[in-house]
């Protein structure tokens, strides 16, 4: 059973940096044909998919987000990071990772719970 899990800061002020982990186990992020994805929900709003990175380490963003977003991973601890640069209030949303596949894995068969984040001074 694939299992993921994201950690990181609840609250950040507007204008600093947010930094997201997500864990995973039963699977290896290294496993071919796989896309290991941060979506987040705003409050009242739909998901919103934020960018993705192979298991070659490819990245993938949305053309919104990409100037200020990177998404690495560490192979050795199985996890990937979402880094998302001078936050605002607009920021704030439960963010998820998960796994997908087929093109740019936009296909999802495994979610984290999601983690709330917020932006608020």
Avoid: H
């Amino acid at each position: 059973q694939v299992q993921l899990r994201e950690s990181g800061p609840g609250l950040v002020k507007p204008s600093q940096g947010l930094s997201l982990t997500c864990n995973v186990s039963g699977a290896s992020i290294t496993m071919n044909d796989y896309f290991w994805t941060w979506i987040r929900q705003p409050p009242g709003k739909g998901l919103e998919w934020m960018g993705t990175i192979t298991s070659t380490g490819r990245t993938y963003y949305s053309p919104s987000l990409k100037s200020r977003t990177s998404i690495s991973k560490d192979t050795s601890r199985n996890q990937f990071t979402l880094q998302l640069w001078a936050v605002t209030p607009e920021d704030t949303a439960v963010y998820y990772c998960a796994r997908g596949w087929g093109f740019l894995g936009i296909t999802i068969d495994y979610w984290g719970r999601g983690t709330q984040f917020t932006a608020s001074s």
